[in-house]
């Protein structure tokens, strides 16, 4: 899994500027809000300007008042970003441990609504989908979720980008299932218009819409090699391009224990592609394992390209019992890039 470099400008005491590059991992997660038309992008912040009083008889004596200023070290927190980037380059970037059950890599295609006023204000509603990414042609699952007393609704699915409507439907209940058609575009929004008792409104959702391009089709039995459980994971690619597949790896009693990555080239046809798991990102969990929540991705080959996307007819794969103690223990031998990163961060510790 590729990570970021995330740039955070310091201002050390002697006043001059550097800049701290820390290395975080790479995360598949969106946010869509339901919300009533569009929503406006944030104001621009700007400084207020402050009206001075007259002062010009007292020109010559008047001395500008020095501000106070609080000088506080930066050390505590540098110190802890040290420690936390040295804790995550215990780690290679393909097995990556997960945390909790509340990381992104465990809700990668989830849809996020969130409610809003409506009825000028009197009562809240959202309009909330199953998913964030759909397959054709499976269909688009959603529903409205308020204590308004609701009559009926007009639903429309928009193509974002020619802003035209594709079909339209008219229900009474407050589950809705919307069949796709074959030709329509990646960027789609639900649009609602809603009738209550108390008057209309209208709230929006944002989805997106692919057509499959690669399938997984199984896993072969897992192997040991070196500090890495290997996990050979069977496609069928439509495309060939640059694949970036990820996967988490589980307990037999669901327990997230690491997130699985791997980039490569694919041609078309049934391939093999190698997921693996370091010894060190399974310490502690019993030895029986299996994979879920499988994500194909083909990677934009050019600028305007758009990532398209694979599926996997099942949620989990049983990859059976595997003993961890067979693998070698040798630790994660960071990259040249990491180590200079990891240097970095202490001597700016040491020195705020």
């Not at 000028?120 to 759909?134: E, M, P, T």
């Not at 069949?179 to 789609?188: G, N, Q, S, T, Y």
């Not at 030895?287 to 758009?306: A, T």
Request: proline share 7%; charged share 20%; no cysteine.
């Amino acid at each position: 899994m590729t990570r970021l470099l995330l740039a955070v400008t310091l201002v050390v005491s002697m006043g001059t500027t550097a800049y701290l590059w820390l290395d975080a991992s790479d995360t598949l997660t969106h946010q869509t809000t339901t919300e009533r038309g569009h929503t406006p992008s944030p104001p621009d912040m700007r400084e207020a300007a402050s009206s001075l009083p007259d002062t010009t008889r007292h020109k010559a004596q008047a001395q500008p008042a020095e501000p106070d200023v609080m000088k506080t070290s930066m050390a505590p927190t540098l110190s802890y970003i040290a420690a936390d980037y040295a804790e995550q380059i215990q780690h290679p970037d393909y097995s990556i441990p997960i945390p909790s059950k509340q990381s992104p890599y465990l809700h990668w295609n989830q849809h996020i609504s969130t409610p809003i006023p409506i009825l000028d204000g009197s009562v809240k509603a959202a309009l909330k989908l199953n998913q964030y990414r759909y397959f054709y042609p499976e269909n688009i699952q959603a529903s409205l979720v308020t204590p308004a007393s609701f009559n009926h609704a007009t639903l429309s699915v928009i193509d974002v980008q020619a802003n035209r409507e594709l079909t339209h439907l008219d229900v009474t209940d407050t589950q809705w299932n919307i069949e796709p058609e074959a030709d329509w575009p990646v960027e789609l929004r639900l649009k609602a218009a809603l009738s209550f008792d108390g008057g209309d409104d209208v709230l929006t959702a944002d989805f997106r819409l692919y057509q499959p391009i690669a399938e997984v089709k199984g896993v072969k039995p897992v192997f040991g090699r070196g500090p890495d459980m290997v996990i050979p994971l069977v496609l069928d690619i439509d495309k060939d391009g640059i694949y970036r597949v990820r996967a988490n790896l589980f307990t037999a009693d669901d327990q997230p224990v690491a997130v699985l990555t791997n980039k490569t080239r694919l041609s078309e046809g049934e391939q093999t592609l190698e997921l693996r798991a370091f010894r060190a990102s399974m310490r502690g969990y019993d030895d029986e394992w299996q994979l879920k929540d499988v994500v194909i991705e083909r990677m934009s080959g050019y600028p305007g390209e758009r990532a398209q996307f694979g599926i996997s007819p099942q949620d989990h794969y049983s990859l059976g019992v595997f003993d961890t103690g067979q693998l070698s223990d040798e630790p994660y031998q960071m990259s040249e890039q990491e180590r200079m990163q990891l240097e970095f961060l202490q001597r700016a510790a040491q020195q705020s």
